[in-house]
């Protein structure tokens, strides 16, 4: 397994959403056009762009770094150099770790959010469907998502509702009205706009207008007891307190010009204060839209900046609990990928003992039998345990022991009438 990974830890956002671009197809050519590699899972939100690729022979590790440089410099923008400096490599035991904390929502902007896991569970999703996946990596993403049910079950840190758009309400809830007479215009009908509907009606919010520009927001509304707005967006705007951006469209959705137009057709009556909040990574909304009169604007920078601290007991409860959970996925994938010598030696010796003790009375087959598999076991136990610890010498000196074992001369000669 390698992983190549850039986060909010590391880069602005901004080169976050230029390494993002057309993720759905950067795993299909990478496994297409890369030859070292099998298998890739692309993992793209709103704070990071990770992949994870297998790659049957370590030695390719280089060659496909620089081969996925190269595939996602030509979608980017950016030279394959820049690329390959942007994205942290990580090899073995390091991948299963980094996804199993991203997973559980420790490595995100808002430490503990719960987003992140339906997250990866969709890039493994859409992995399946485009045709990138490897057995290994379902095992690994699989994994992962045990790891964050446990992480939460024995910590609780999600259930604090902590999130991105939790912490953007947070940030502009003092301005506005009670919930209960907010009036909120939702722009986006994916995964991340259930997300923040889900959030609002939490709150207590319920006068929702749901905008689309790909005329998906009657279905969506429908399904979820909220309003479809029109498809003119300034006239959508009209009497709204709040924006709540996550549609990830490229480009701007919301302007200035729609929305001067917005609050110019209220100026009769008084135009109210208006909180937007931006919180898709290709900025939905046109970030000068934050200097006019009366607007406040929320992105995922401002976010970040304001998220709460992730230094606390439960965290390092949580980490301590990922670290031992990828431990033992790594003990068990080890014991998997180093058992098939294992299994062949003992089938050497097992054929051998089927055919000695063919023919011989019940008591001595029964007394060969105990006295082969017990030469077996001993070897047998340390090679799995050595590959479970990943000592490769343990390991190599209990297979050659296992290659010693033979059942004696005699009980192979021919069966007595």
Request: charged share 20%.
């Amino acid at each position: 397994m390698l992983s190549l990974v850039a986060s909010h830890h590391d880069l602005d956002l901004a080169v976050l959403e230029r390494l993002s671009a057309d993720t759905h197809a950067v795993g299909r050519e990478i496994v297409t056009g890369c030859h070292p590699v099998s298998g890739a899972v692309v993992l793209a939100t709103c704070n990071r762009f990770e992949l994870y690729l297998d790659i049957p022979d370590p030695a390719d590790a280089e060659a496909a770094r620089t081969a996925v440089a190269a595939t996602v410099a030509a979608r980017s923008g950016y030279t394959p150099q820049h690329v390959a400096d942007a994205l942290a490599p990580a090899t073995g035991g390091a991948v299963v770790e980094h996804l199993f904390a991203v997973a559980s929502g420790l490595e995100s902007m808002v430490v503990g959010e719960r987003e992140i896991a339906g997250q990866v569970r969709r890039a493994l999703t859409a992995a399946r469907r485009d045709g990138t996946t490897t057995s290994d990596l379902e095992a690994l993403f699989q994994a992962a998502s045990r790891a964050s049910r446990a992480v939460e079950g024995r910590t609780g840190l999600g259930a604090a509702g902590r999130s991105v758009v939790g912490v953007a309400l947070d940030l502009v809830e003092e301005g506005l009205p009670d919930w209960s007479d907010v009036r909120c215009l939702l722009i986006g009908t994916g995964s991340y706009a259930g997300a923040s509907l889900a959030a609002l009606k939490a709150r207590g919010c319920r006068d929702v207008l749901v905008y689309s520009a790909s005329g998906r927001a009657g279905q969506f509304a429908a399904q979820r007891g909220v309003s479809a707005a029109t498809s003119d967006l300034a006239a959508s705007l009209a009497g709204v307190d709040l924006v709540v951006a996550c549609s990830g469209a490229a480009g701007a959705v919301l302007d200035v010009d729609a929305l001067i137009r917005a609050r110019s057709a209220e100026a009769s009556i008084g135009a109210r204060p208006l909180a937007v909040l931006d919180l898709a990574l290709q900025h939905d909304v046109d970030p000068a839209v934050g200097e006019l009169p009366g607007v406040r604007l929320v992105s995922l920078t401002t976010v970040a900046e304001q998220a709460p601290d992730g230094h606390s007991a439960t965290v390092a409860e949580a980490l301590a609990l990922v670290a031992e959970q990828a431990e033992a996925f790594e003990r068990t994938r080890r014991t998997r990928e180093w058992n098939p010598p294992v299994v062949a030696e003992r089938r050497r010796v097992l054929e051998e003992l089927a055919t000695a003790a063919d023919g011989l009375p019940e008591r001595e087959a029964r007394a060969l039998r105990r006295r082969v598999r017990s030469a077996l076991h001993g070897p047998t136990v340390r090679a799995r345990a050595a590959a479970a610890a990943g000592d490769a010498a343990e390991y190599a000196a209990a297979l050659a022991e296992l290659a010693t074992v033979t059942v004696p001369a005699r009980d192979l000669a021919t069966p007595r009438a």
